[in-house]
């Protein structure tokens, strides 16, 4: 049975224990587990989903492969029948993560978090957008010195987003 709605969350371990992508999905009795890809060795999480369709679903998040490796982006994309990991972009060359995700149709979401390039560096906004093809960054402004985050988006259209989260201006704060 096609799932009518669908959520994803980060499974919470121990710090030294690997962690794994978890999606439910409501049938329109239960909450069943649907697998969802997991492409890091050390940490996989889900942070935010967004249904088009029974056959069309976006859930985003991010992976990493050990303390070595820099957190990446994850986005996953729903068909039907099965989760499927897509390229997305990282320009961060330490930490990348998407915290939201919004879609209206099949060529226009939106995704959005936040990356860094290392201890001592601030965190700046991060926003995606896919048109059907690809997902893409989008500028997207650091009003503070210290650390931006973006943790929501809502869309209406391609031209129609709105995004919100943090700025901290001071790491005290």
């Known amino acids: 049975m096609p799932p009518l709605a669908i959520a994803a969350a980060l499974v919470g371990l121990a710090p030294d224990a690997a962690s794994a992508s978890t999606s439910v999905s409501w049938n329109g009795t239960a909450w069943k587990q649907v697998p969802s890809p997991n492409p890091g060795s050390a940490s996989n999480g889900l942070n935010g989903v967004a249904v088009i369709s029974s056959r069309r679903a976006w859930a985003v998040g991010?992976?990493?492969?050990?303390?070595?490796?820099?957190a990446r982006t994850l986005i996953l994309r729903w068909n039907g029948t099965a989760w499927k990991k897509v390229r997305s972009p990282?320009?961060?060359?330490?930490?990348?993560?998407?915290?939201?995700?919004?879609?209206?149709?099949?060529?226009?979401?939106?995704?959005?978090?936040?990356?860094?390039?290392?201890?001592?560096?601030p965190y700046r906004t991060l926003i995606v957008h896919w048109n059907g093809t690809a997902w893409k960054r989008v500028p997207s402004p650091n009003p503070s010195r210290f650390a931006d985050v973006l943790n929501g988006v809502a869309a209406t259209s391609a031209r129609n987003a709105w995004a919100v989260g943090t700025a901290t201006d001071a790491a005290s704060a």
């Not at 961060?92 to 995700?101: Q, Y």
């Not at 995704?111 to 290392?118: E, H, L, R, T």
């Open 90 to 121: 990282n320009p961060g060359s330490a930490f990348n993560t998407l915290t939201g995700v919004a879609a209206t149709s099949a060529s226009n979401a939106w995704a959005v978090g936040f990356y860094d390039n290392g201890v001592g560096t």
């Open 62 to 70: 991010s992976y990493s492969n050990g303390t070595t490796d820099q």
